[in-house]
Structure formats: C-alpha cells, structure tokens
C-alpha cells in the first residue's frame, strides 16, 4: 500500500482534501498523521495576549486625529494616481520647480481645473508616495536572503508596479530640466527595473550584486531623505 | 450604531471618516492577534495594528467589495507586518551574523530549554517555547502558516490575500509545518 506523503496529511489535518478511508486502512499512516496533530494541536497554545477593556476605543482616540487629517488627501489621491492627470500634473510641479524664465506650458487640463497650490499639493503626496513605496522595496531587497524566495519575488512585484510610475516622474522631471529629480528617479529607476527584470529566482551572486548597488550609492537614504521632505511639505500645505 | 462593514465603508466614502471607527472598534482585536502571532512581539503587534488601520483608510478606494472588508483589513495587515518584519529580520540577521563564527545548533539549544511539564500549563511558558520554533520560520511561511492554523483561512484566500498562486501559499504552509515539526517534536517527547 502507497502510504500518505507529509503534504497530504498536512492538508487532511485542515480538511483541505478527506484522506479517511486510507487513514482507517493504514496504520502506518493514521500513526503518522497523530504525531503530526500532536505537534500541530500543542501549537494552538500559542496565545496572543488579551487587549484589556477599552482597547477599541483607545485605539481609535490615538488615531483619529490622523485618519481626520489625513481625509483630505485620500480623496484627492485617486485623482494623482490616475496615469494621465498624474502625468499632467507631474508637468506643472516640475515646471515649478524651475525659473518661471524657463517655465513650462502648463498642460491645459492641469491650467484649466486645478488650481496651482492644489496642483502642488497633490504632486508633494504623490511624488512622496511613491518615494515611500520604492524606499520599502529597497529595504526589503537589502535586507533579503537568498533563501528567502517568496519575499524576493514579492519585492519583485512591487518593482514591476513601481517602474512604470517611476519612468512618469523621471520623464517629466527631465523634460522640464529638474536635474536633481532626473537623477534621482534615473538611478531608482534603473535599479527598480533591473530587479522587475530579474529572474524570479535570483542567484544568491545576482542578489549581493542589486544589494551592493543599492547599498554602495546610498540609494535608499537618498530616497528617504528626498521623500521625507516632500511629505513634510505635503502635510504642511493640506 | 448597527453598520455593517459595507455600511461604514460606503460613509467613510461619502466624507465621514468618523465613520472608521466603527471598523476600527469591530476589527481591530481580531488584526492585533493576527500581527501578534505574525510578529511574536506585543510592541510591534500594536505598531502593526496601527499601521494597517491608517493605511487601510487611505487605501479604501482600493476596496472594491468583491471579498469581505475583514478579507481585505487582513491583506492589508499581513503586507503592513510583512514590511515591518522584513526590516526587523535584517537588523536581527547582522547581529546573528556577527556571531556566527562558532555556528550554534538551535535545536540542541531549543532542547536545553525545554520546559517541564508544569510549566507547560502556563500560557506565557508555553509561547516562549513555541516562539523559537516559529521565529525559524521565513516571513511568507510564517505568515501562511499563521492564516491557515489560527485563523482557519483556506489555502485560495490565503493565495488571495497573499497574492500568490494558491500553490505559493500551499507549499509555504508546508514548509512551515515542516520545520515546526522539526523543532517541536524533539520537545514534545521530553515532556510525554
């Protein structure tokens, strides 16, 4: 008789798949899966502490204050993220940020419907989002393991969603002549797409080197640092 | 206020962001023992638990209704404690990397801490045993592991939530059960 695998009462023990009528068979197996349960049920002791009375509510007093402020640039964010008005309105924040000699034609969605300062606002959230998000990609990368597969391919992930938005903010940046953001976004850039493109099982040698560039040209610093005070700001003018 | 959570969910919509804390109050002991048992830490529970209500606010428009609210709070928990346990791993990772030049069996130490029977009876006991075992465990196993024992998700909605294919979030739960196995049945005989 072909007994059991080790996956296979795993998945009976969680009434994924009914292995009964062989477990009533075969000894050998119904042994096997009652050392697995012995093990599996000791586990449920793992208890999370109690929350005392009042939890929910002390948890909502600490969070109110943010979730009320933070109102405001929740609606407007599904406007920012949209791919077109956000490239319009990448146009007009970038062209702000250099000489009015040079500035740019405004797009005439972004001139006709938002306001200046709102555009600003709008463009210091969203710009800082996606600093945030690219930041938490590159920790995650410099932090991983070879072995640690799963979470590779997660951050993989994220890089392909973040490489599009990043070419966005890059081209626009460039076409207006900010060269700090043009940078900037450049080498995040370059870096996000490599790891988007990557084999979705990099070798522990193709890790190190990602980690070494990101680690060698302070990438992940630069970004904090750039998206921490576009959020500063950001927060300051909503 | 008896709301449900698409009730609330449709008001914080409308521009009532009052209206959360009705969420907030329902859901919020069931994701503070998900991240605990995540992170094995109270401190970074707690953290984990704020986290995922702010970011769940301001990622609602993402919320389209096709799973439950509680479906989507604990992907937004599990990313939120996933993204926290990465960095504390790392910072934890160097250290044990410093002290890696005389490489230490685990289970030879976990065996050496086994506790008696009579402690077993006491819950804190209890988790510091199990908490070795589980801190073995990669982020995505443990966090697989977590869904389908405590909380009794199916492998799909793990998959879902995790967003991986359903066999990504099986064999994590494997390897999870594989290498508590491994650690625990050692202990286990001892206290037979």
């Given amino acids: 008789m072909k007994h059991l695998s080790e996956e296979h009462l795993i998945l009976h023990y969680y009434g994924e798949t009914d292995a009964s009528e062989h477990l009533n068979a075969c000894a050998a197996c119904s042994a096997e899966l009652k050392r697995l349960a012995a093990t599996l049920d000791a586990l449920h002791a793992y208890e999370a502490p109690e929350r005392g009375p009042g939890y929910e509510a002390l948890l909502w007093q600490r969070m109110a204050g943010e979730i009320r402020a933070a109102k405001l640039a929740w609606w407007r964010r599904p406007f920012v993220l949209a791919p077109l008005l956000a490239g319009l309105v990448v146009g007009a924040f970038f062209a702000g940020r250099i000489s009015t000699a040079r500035r740019a034609p405004l797009p005439l969605m972004a001139t006709s419907s938002i306001s200046d300062a709102g555009r600003q606002r709008i463009l210091l959230v969203a710009l800082g989002d996606h600093l945030e998000r690219s930041q938490m990609v590159l920790v995650e990368l410099v932090n991983a393991r070879p072995e640690d597969r799963d979470g590779i391919h997660l951050s993989q992930q994220r890089a392909q969603e973040l490489v599009p938005e990043n070419r966005l903010y890059r081209q626009t940046a460039a076409q207006v002549g900010d060269e700090e953001f043009n940078a900037l976004l450049d080498e995040l850039g370059r870096v996000l797409t490599d790891v988007a493109n990557g084999p979705s099982d990099l070798s522990s040698t193709e890790l190190e080197q990602i980690q070494q560039r990101i680690e060698s040209r302070g990438l992940i610093f630069k970004v904090r640092v750039v998206g921490n005070n576009l959020q500063h700001k950001g927060n300051n003018e909503l | ?192």
């Fill in chain 2, 1 to 192: 206020m008896d709301w449900t959570d698409a009730d609330a969910v449709a008001q914080v919509r409308a521009g009532n962001p009052d209206a959360f804390r009705v969420l907030v109050e329902r859901h919020s002991r069931a994701i503070f023992r998900l991240a605990f048992r995540m992170t094995g830490n109270e401190q970074d529970a707690e953290d984990a638990v704020q986290e995922t209500f702010l970011r769940a606010f301001k990622q609602l428009k993402n919320f389209d209704g096709r799973s439950s609210f509680s479906t989507w709070l604990y992907r937004v928990c599990a990313n939120c404690t996933i993204d926290s346990m990465r960095v504390r791993k790392k910072h934890e990772q160097k250290r044990v990397r410093d002290q890696e030049d005389s490489e230490t069996d685990l289970l030879a130490q976990q065996a050496s801490k086994a506790p008696s029977a009579e402690q077993l009876t006491h819950s804190r006991e209890i988790n510091s045993m199990l908490e070795p075992a589980l801190e073995q465990l990669s982020v995505m196993e443990r966090t697989a592991f977590v869904m389908r024992h405590y909380e009794g998700l199916g492998i799909e909605e793990i998959g879902r939530i995790l967003e991986v294919q359903p066999n990504a979030a099986k064999h994590s739960v494997f390897r999870a059960v594989q290498k508590l196995r491994r650690a625990l049945e050692p202990l286990m005989e001892g206290v037979r």
